[in-house]
């Protein structure tokens, strides 16, 4: 018998000495599974090869210590638990200590944990697992003091990926991997333009594919039920559906793009303004002026969406790979008339999350829910990656007019910065906490709370509803602002006539954790140095998530316009790190996916249609156009910032600004144009 | 009746002939380690060998696996221990993990047939599988590391 004791409702301990980690935080792989679990070791003093994780369930006790809700985002897993795991594992360790004090009739004080067991000064010793029935017993102690960061033995030591081994062997449960009894599989044609309504579709074809169960209407669309996946997909096929596509049905890129430069040109609400800048720039001595623009991107997890729900009379079990636990059992049990207790959540491993599955909408939750109850047995919903790249919740496409006022020495003296885009927040549960009267700040940070000191400063917004279904894309509105930021200092700078390092620099005196690691990247890249023919170097850096990062990346143009990116030096402050090991592969990580968005990623709309379906033409980074990465961590005691994102931010600003080095041409535009960069 | 085999064991699957082999692998003989990333060969997620070659299985017709020794993840060791495996491990390479399945299979089928591969060859072989978490520099790493290891020359 190998029964397991919980200690609380984090761990617990199993007479095999294993000790199972409930984690509240999802795994989508920037390493939550390996990252908290060394929180907790470090305090309980067990050995992370005896630890399992195991998925939280929605429960009060496992929201997100800011949030208040059940969810991972933002980069702040580590934000979050920092604290509460070190001190849950703490409070454990001290229960075992007790509980084998009282065993040996010895002082508490004369009894130690060391690797997985209690010792006594004697030399006795028991395991934790010899313990764990009797320390389940003892009384919770209380507040137990947390170790010092000197004495921290896991914390901050380079750890390997708990995760690895059932990965690599194929061996790893995400959500499209999940079967359960009598399980039929979904396939859903959704509307080809957003808002558009059926009109009529042809069930009698799509059910007479051998294989297909069922064909239900729902709110989103039509659900081809099947027994497997590939009669679904080709009993969709034959629906024969007409829609009456709505307003939309004319949207188009090209308009929009005329529309927001349009709007640029107007004053939007403020989001920040300081000193007098209409002065500011009625006395320059000389004007850089800029328009930027950013399109809409899909998150493109590997993992398209899905989503498992057995729907019985008593209650409603749910199997996906969600960012947002919480929100989605809640919206689950609204659409089920049930109390949210009656909904349970089992969260699998995401294949990759960005910020897709993690939707206040809920909208592949509901729609799969929607699906079992009209149904009425257990049911997988399928995304094709067809149906992942067209179905909306991109990262909103914003159009930026950026203006700055120098001085006759030189001197950044005003700064204008016009946003055009969606609102992110808009109609959903978070509206509230973080939009601060007109500005969603997710529109707006990383520009209106620039740290680069000038004296007269106006950032404005204008927020247009477009229609299409915007949501947080890795590193959020900081995907755009340090594009636009970065890539337009890099002009100042030049306009200034002075290195854009030393530029940034000078504009930084008060902000010594952005200094240091624009230092430590200009360092390592040894800045200002010659490199080989046709390449050149560009440099950005970025707050976000209350991590600093400075990357310099060494670029080249073919003459073909086609953009190399050969290495990055990637310099990063995130305050204390827990696992330097998890920091190098987010900020490499990071680095692919902001790359893979700056060199090809855009949706574009045409007669009211995504263009893009798939990855022929929404194409990712390959493997042999990854540059060389190398992460260079600031030692820290600040609070931990967050890694999952940050690294995302600069890149394209920094290629870019290589790309003005290299050839002489600024790209204002994104996705890079090979056609704007070829020699002619 | 199609009558297939896979990792040694011979299955019959009733399935109409133009079935992808990859949804006859996870859902009908229930090997999911095996993943489907984008249906039209682009990603590399649902990559398995046929008869040593690494194939992408979202786009093969399951008539096509017929007499052929078709191998996927959960077949390539008894339990995570070839050298691929072992070698992604040591180098910490996996972050999500959806990809690797494919991106293990294309690795290992690389080093049967090139057991010293180059970097560029590395480039070409390993073209076709996508990482959205961006691991393909460890990627990299593990193959080297895996080809040393098979050329005796140990641990780099």
Redesign the interface.
């Known amino acids: 018998m190998n029964d397991s004791f919980a200690l609380n409702p984090f761990i617990r301990i199993a007479r095999d000495n294993s000790v199972t980690i409930v984690v509240n935080k999802s795994e989508m792989g920037q390493g939550v599974y390996t990252s908290l679990p060394m929180l907790v070791a470090e305090e309980l003093e067990c050995e992370l090869t005896s630890v399992r994780v195991e998925p939280a369930p929605v429960e009060p006790v496992y929201s997100h210590t800011i949030f208040g809700i059940q969810a991972t985002g933002g980069s702040t897993s580590i934000l979050s638990e920092w604290e509460r795991m070190r001190r849950v594992g703490a409070e454990a360790r001290e229960m075992l200590v007790i509980a084998a004090a009282d065993t040996w009739k010895v002082a508490r004080a004369s009894c130690r944990a060391e690797k997985g067991a209690v010792v006594h000064e004697s030399g006795r010793r028991l395991t934790y697992g010899e313990l764990a029935e009797k320390a389940s017993a003892v009384p919770p102690p209380g507040e137990v003091p947390l170790k010092e960061p000197g004495a921290f033995k896991i914390i901050g030591t380079p750890t390997r990926r708990l995760d690895a081994a059932g990965k690599v062997a194929g061996k790893a449960t995400f959500g499209i991997d999940v079967t359960i009894p009598g399980m039929l599989t979904a396939v859903i044609a959704r509307p080809p333009v957003f808002g558009a309504k059926m009109k009529s579709f042809n069930a009698e074809k799509a059910r007479a594919v051998p294989g297909v169960r069922e064909v239900v209407e729902i709110e989103s669309g039509v659900a081809v039920v099947a027994d497997t996946f590939w009669p679904a997909n080709v009993g969709r096929r034959a629906l024969e559906i007409t829609w009456d596509e709505g307003p939309l049905a004319s949207l188009s890129t090209a308009a929009m793009r005329e529309q927001y430069a349009g709007l640029a040109r107007t004053p939007g609400d403020v989001a920040r303004r300081e000193g007098d800048p209409e002065k500011a720039f009625s006395g320059a001595a000389r004007l850089v002026e800029a328009e930027y623009e950013v399109p809409y991107l899909a998150h493109a997890p590997m993992e398209p969406l899905n989503c498992v729900v057995d729907l019985r009379e008593e209650g409603c079990e749910i199997w996906t790979g969600t960012q947002l636990q919480g929100p989605d059992r809640d919206a689950a049990a609204r659409v089920l008339g049930f109390a949210p207790e009656q909904v349970k959540i089992h969260t699998t491993l995401l294949g990759g999350g960005f910020g897709r599955r993690g939707n206040p909408h809920s909208d592949f939750v509901v729609e799969a829910v929607r699906v079992a109850k009209a149904v009425g047995k257990p049911v997988k919903v399928v995304w094709t990656r067809e149906d992942d790249t067209k179905g909306g919740y991109y990262r909103p496409m914003l159009c930026d007019r950026m203006a700055a006022a120098l001085d006759g020495g030189g001197t950044l003296v005003g700064w204008r910065h016009t946003i055009v885009g969606q609102s992110i927040l808009k109609g959903t549960l978070f509206e509230q906490a973080l939009a601060q009267g007109k500005i969603d700040q997710t529109s707006v940070e990383g520009a209106a709370d620039t740290p680069y000191e000038i004296p007269h400063i106006l950032v404005d917004l204008h927020t247009v509803d477009t229609g299409v279904p915007v949501l947080w894309w890795r590193s959020v509105g900081h995907s755009h602002t340090a594009f636009v930021m970065e890539s337009f200092m890099d002009e100042v700078a030049h306009g200034a006539g002075l290195d854009p390092y030393r530029f940034r620099r000078g504009l930084l005196a008060a902000h010594p954790r952005h200094r240091g690691v624009l230092d430590l990247a200009a360092e390592k890249a040894v800045w200002g140095t010659p490199l080989p023919e046709g390449r050149a170097r560009g440099l950005a850096v970025h707050k976000s998530f209350e991590s600093f990062i400075a990357q310099v990346a060494e670029v080249s143009v073919d003459p073909a316009g086609k953009v190399r990116v050969h290495r990055v030096v990637c310099a990063v402050d995130c305050g204390q790190v827990v696992n330097p090991a998890t920091i190098e592969a987010q900020m490499e990580g990071a680095v692919v996916m902001g790359l893979s968005a700056a060199l090809y990623g855009a949706i574009t709309f045409e007669n009211g249609r995504v263009k893009q379906g798939n990855f022929n033409d929404y194409p990712l980074l390959a493997i042999g156009e990854m540059p060389l990465v190398e992460v260079h961590i600031v030692p820290s005691r600040e609070p931990p910032g967050g890694i999952g994102e940050p690294g995302c931010a600069p890149i394209a600003a920094a290629v870019a600004n290589g790309i003005y080095a290299a050839t002489g041409k600024r790209v204002r535009r994104l996705p890079f144009r090979p056609e704007e960069l070829k020699q002619v | 009746m199609i009558s297939i085999k896979v990792n040694g064991k011979a299955y019959e699957v009733e399935?109409?002939p133009s079935?992808?082999l990859l949804?006859v692998i996870?859902?009908?003989l229930?090997?999911?380690?095996?993943?489907?990333?984008?249906?039209?060969s682009?990603?590399g997620?649902c990559t398995v060998h046929a008869d040593g070659e690494a194939i992408r299985s979202c786009v093969t017709p399951v008539s096509r696996a017929v007499g052929k020794e078709i191998v996927?993840?959960?077949g390539l060791?008894a339990?995570?221990g070839h050298l691929v495996?072992q070698a992604?491990?040591a180098e910490?390479?996996?972050?999500?993990?959806?990809?690797?399945?494919g991106q293990?299979m294309s690795a290992a089928a690389l080093l049967a047939k090139n057991p010293k591969p180059s970097d560029a060859d590395?480039?070409?072989a390993?073209?076709?599988?996508?990482?959205?978490?961006?691991?393909?520099?460890?990627?990299?790493r593990a193959i080297h590391r895996a080809a040393d290891i098979m050329a005796g020359g140990g641990e780099r």
């Open positions: 399935v109409p079935t992808p949804w996870r859902e009908h229930g090997l999911t380690g095996t993943k489907y990333g984008c249906g039209i682009r990603c997620a996927t993840i959960e060791s339990d995570g495996q992604w491990i910490d390479v996996v972050q999500c993990g959806y990809c690797h399945s293990i590395i480039d070409r390993m073209a076709g599988n996508l990482c959205r978490c961006g691991t393909y520099q460890r990627i990299r």
